[in-house]
């Protein structure tokens, strides 16, 4: 979806980086989410906003933080990246309100030796 | 605990319509059944939704049961594109704050 980007698609680093992918939408949605995607597992949600001074624990957040820069923008961080943080990672946006779908981003493949 | 059942995977004829099963029975009165798919290398792609009636939009239709225990998603004239994993999830008032439980979906290859 081309209304959510994230940037880099791509990236390899080294245990122990801090790393940040940024996600970024022009869909004018409040609520912003940060997935990881790993083979088997399915999707598992990190951190969630639902505006710019609104951050919330998913269900696997540690070792990530989150930064909701504006409206438009939600960056996920690794403070210390670890080779089990190697996965796909998803940025999606909703409107406010109930069952709201979300839209995703075409992800980051993030690769951590 | 798996909300939803899907076949692993189907195979459609290019232009026939592809109609994709996904079972439900714990489904209780205020959860909605979601269909994304999501092609290969891209991020999930939302597809649809619905409570208890019928809907349909510009990619899909979504036929959900009189005893909503069951639902089949209609794909109309199936292209080489619509290849995808595609995933049946039913969220309730209490994931309306964000969790999508992706299961593990139906594998659908279109071929000419």
């Known amino acids: 979806d081309a209304d959510v980007t994230q940037t880099p698609r791509n990236r390899i680093t080294k245990t122990g980086k801090r790393i940040m992918l940024e996600c970024s939408q022009t869909?004018?949605?409040?609520?912003m989410y940060w997935y990881r995607q790993d083979p088997g597992l399915g999707l598992r949600l990190i951190y969630y906003?639902?505006?710019?001074?609104?951050?919330n624990k998913g269900e696997i957040s540690d070792g990530y933080s989150v930064s909701r820069q504006a409206q438009a923008k939600f960056s996920l961080s690794l403070e210390s990246a670890i080779p089990n943080q190697t996965a796909l990672y998803f940025c999606?946006?909703?409107?406010?309100?109930?069952?709201?779908?979300?839209?995703f981003g075409d992800g980051t493949r993030l690769s951590i030796l | 605990d798996a909300k939803t059942t899907q076949p692993p995977s189907m195979d459609c004829a290019e232009g026939r319509a592809a109609n994709l099963p996904c079972n439900h029975s714990?489904?209780?009165?205020?959860?909605?059944v979601y269909w994304y798919r999501q092609i290969h290398s891209q991020g999930p792609q939302y597809i649809i939704h619905?409570?208890?009636n019928n809907e349909t939009n510009e990619m899909a239709s979504l036929i959900i049961t009189e005893d909503r225990k069951s639902s089949t998603l209609i794909l109309p004239h199936a292209t080489l594109r619509d290849t995808a994993v595609y995933y049946c999830?039913?969220?309730?008032?209490?994931?309306?704050?964000?969790?999508?439980?992706f299961g593990a979906g139906t594998q659908v290859v279109v071929t000419p």
């Open positions: 714990t489904i209780s009165g205020n959860e909605y």
């Open positions: 999830i039913v969220r309730g008032l209490t994931d309306s704050w964000g969790k999508l439980q």
């Open positions: 619905g409570l208890k």
């Open positions: 999606a946006t909703s409107r406010e309100g109930v069952n709201q779908p979300q839209h």
């Open positions: 869909k004018g949605h409040d609520r």
């Open positions: 906003s639902f505006d710019v001074k609104d951050i």
